[in-house]
């Protein structure tokens, strides 16, 4: 058995760590794309330290930029950095056989070595911020994200082949591979495999599909999916398989699987083709959940159903266009670490 195990992130929380938009395709190619990045993070951020204290990442070149934008509503640790996307750049959290937490450093690579990426920064955050939260560091044996897994906190994982079975991350893992080194550094004892992430995820400037995108566990037994309704929409049939394979799926303790699903916005597309907005892409914390929102009709229904799943805790949406039209939502810039 392993000695290690990651709470479910609806455990108590004493910090989250993000990172600051500072260069590269997330800042953008003008300043006014720069300043909706910059805001649009400093939004999430001050929502998130609403319930728990916020540590924010920020290159030392935009110190000045970060500052103007969040004052004193977050705690700074200066680090260079290539991008903002904490959840993958980011360590995860675990706890030992005795309760006490270490970081697990998923060997980032941009998301599979992708032409546009850079990391050579980003590769060393894990093991700086595993520093700074005074952890141990555990090096996985794969390459990983943060947003490429999501736990119950009782045994289950989702993943997606497309992410953990991808070429330019692990070229030669098989799911058995895969399965042992989540049970030997996150406890778990069942991988329910999705295929794909959604449409936009799978592009140029995706991740390979990552799961957090798509589907999550609110609770064990519980699994909140990304439901594209429009049958115009390429996420339509993903959307469908993923319901398929979550209705025929068991967790680690043997029960089926109750489904609940999240409408899509009704917005089917952007300038760059079709959109991946989703609210799945949600953050917990303390007693608070932070939402995605894009003005759209079904920001409501969304927020209403994340109540209802997470009762007794504040939901707060936040626009996240800006964070979506980069390649990511408000759980992809966001890292937790339980509370000690």
């Not at 970060?66 to 950095?81: I, Q």
């Not at 697990?104 to 980003?122: H, I, M, P, R, T």
């Not at 595993?130 to 289950?156: C, M, Q, Y």
């Not at 992410?163 to 778990?188: M, Y």
Request: charged residues 25%.
């Amino acid at each position: 058995m392993s000695t290690y195990f990651m709470p479910a992130e609806t455990a108590a929380h004493e910090r989250i760590y993000m990172a600051f938009p500072s260069s590269g395709y997330t800042l953008g190619d003008t300043e006014e794309q720069a300043e909706a990045a910059r805001t649009t993070w400093a939004n999430v951020a001050r929502a998130v330290a609403r319930f728990t204290p916020v540590t924010m990442v920020v290159d030392p070149a935009a110190e000045a930029d970060a500052r103007r934008h969040l004052g004193d509503a977050v705690d700074y640790e200066f680090r260079e950095l290539n991008d903002a996307w904490m959840r993958d750049i980011g360590p995860t959290f675990v706890r030992d056989a005795s309760g006490e937490l270490a970081a697990v450093n998923w060997n980032f690579n941009g998301w599979g070595a992708q032409e546009w990426a850079s990391w050579d920064k980003d590769s060393k955050i894990a093991a700086e911020i595993a520093r700074h939260a005074d952890v141990p560091l555990l090096t996985s044996a794969i390459t990983n994200e943060g947003g490429g897994i999501h736990v119950d906190g009782e045994g289950t994982i989702l993943a997606t082949r497309s992410v953990q079975l991808d070429p330019g991350r692990n070229p030669q893992a098989t799911e058995e591979h895969i399965e042992a080194e989540f049970a030997r550094l996150l406890g778990t004892e069942k991988v329910i495999w999705l295929n794909r992430g959604l449409t936009r995820d799978n592009e140029e400037f995706g991740t390979r599909g990552h799961v957090d995108i798509v589907a999550c566990f609110p609770a064990p037994g519980v699994v909140l999916y990304h439901d594209q309704q429009d049958d115009t929409h390429p996420d339509f049939a993903i959307s469908a398989e993923v319901r398929s394979i979550l209705e025929s799926a068991t967790d680690a303790r043997g029960r089926a699987l109750k489904l609940v699903p999240v409408p899509a916005p009704t917005v089917l597309k952007d300038e760059e083709g079709w959109v991946d907005y989703s609210y799945i892409n949600h953050l917990v914390t303390n007693d608070g959940v932070i939402a995605c929102a894009f003005n759209d009709p079904n920001d409501e229904v969304a927020a209403g159903i994340l109540a209802e799943v997470y009762p007794g805790r504040d939901v707060v949406s936040v626009d996240a266009t800006e964070l979506y039209a980069r390649g990511g939502g408000i759980h992809c810039i966001t890292q937790q670490v339980p509370t000690r």
